[in-house]
DNA sequence: CCTATTAATGAATCGCTATTCAAAAATAAA
DNA sequence: TTTATTTTTGAATAGCGATTCATTAATAGG
């Protein structure tokens, strides 16, 4: 019985992130995803169904890892709410930071999955702006954050936001440099913009 | 002499906005912009290039209406720096109340024209953020807005909080009410979350 | 050393749609 | 009218690339 070499789902993953982040969801061919990948253009679909689930998969694995990675702050009431809220924003930062190519996916590609609403991507997704949403409840709860504002809006502020940065960062990494991009994202959203 | 009948350019732009809107970029078809357009299929390569020329003059036409309006606003120098904010927010939310398809192109699509860098697009892109910064600046001088934050960081902050709340809008118009976004978006870049 | 079973391959298929272009339609001018 | 010119048309083309699948490769177990 043949046996699997190597971690070939990962490795088609890794590629995908890469070619989807340089050609974009539809430039991006599947052969080209394999040779990236280092593997055969039919062992793709030995691993995934088609390639919108490639795409499924890399977002359901994102969202999967920032909203465990948040989770494991939530607890901690060491923190302050506006604390959690940084630590969510450094999150965040972080991860993209070390994966650009992932980082121009997170940014273009996912209303493709949106469209096609799939649970598996929403899961997470949902799961990690629960959280956010959680720690923004807490700070209103504890008369830190203004209760006027509405955690919905507040959470996508947040987010889009942070994911229109990432992508004028991307197209001129030169001119931004992430970690100030960082601390004027958390100052804006403690304080604003007004003296 | 043949004349032409009506504006089919016009037309067909409109068309494609709505065909772009509700099946993606890469979904729509020319077949189908035609056919919402009430034009034959053929008539659109008179009037556009390709497709990508129909989403670069979409995206051309909105930057020249949203810049040229604020242009307006800005030498009213009845306005101090934060109203010019306030009206440039109010301003974005206006354009897309009114046309929501756009909204949603503007949200999705704008990344292909942004891949491929045509100028055309850019240039009115540019002076419109060019003008946000130019308001930011004045509150700056004035004393109004804090000197530590970074202009052009803070324009794509703005901008992309509004984007994203538009998106999550457009998914699901129920639990968002525009004029609430609205709202919330102004007082958030204002004073920010903490109390 | 066989063999059964699973893994991996990549050339061929097949559908799809952007784009083309030869023909038809409209009308201004003569 | 007739003609010349411009507009409009939509069926045909052409190429691309996602997906399939028959074949080959590897090896665990006997």
Chains 1, 2 share one sequence.
Do not use: C
């Amino acid at each position: 019985m043949r046996v699997k070499e190597g971690n070939k789902e990962k490795d088609i993953l890794e590629g995908a992130i890469n070619v989807f982040a340089k050609e974009g969801y539809h430039g991006a061919k599947i052969s080209k995803i394999a040779e990236v990948a280092g593997v055969a253009t039919g062992s793709v679909y030995v691993y995934f169904e088609n390639k919108e689930d490639i795409l499924l998969k890399i977002f359901e694995q994102l969202w999967k890892q920032l909203y465990e990675e948040l989770l494991s702050l939530s607890d901690k009431s060491i923190f302050s709410p506006t604390e959690k809220i940084d630590a969510m924003i450094d999150l965040a930062f972080d991860v993209f930071t070390s994966n650009p190519a992932l980082a121009d996916v997170f940014v273009n590609e996912q209303h493709h999955i949106q469209r096609s609403n799939k649970t598996q991507f929403t899961n997470y997704y949902e799961k990690f702006l629960g959280l956010g949403e959680e720690f923004i409840r807490q700070g209103i709860q504890k008369k830190i954050i203004h209760g006027s504002i509405d955690v919905k809006i507040l959470r996508y502020f947040i987010l889009g936001a942070i994911r229109n940065l990432l992508q004028s960062w991307l197209n001129d990494p030169k001119t931004f440099s992430l970690n100030k991009i960082r601390q004027n994202v958390k100052y804006l959203v403690k304080y604003g913009i007004q003296k």
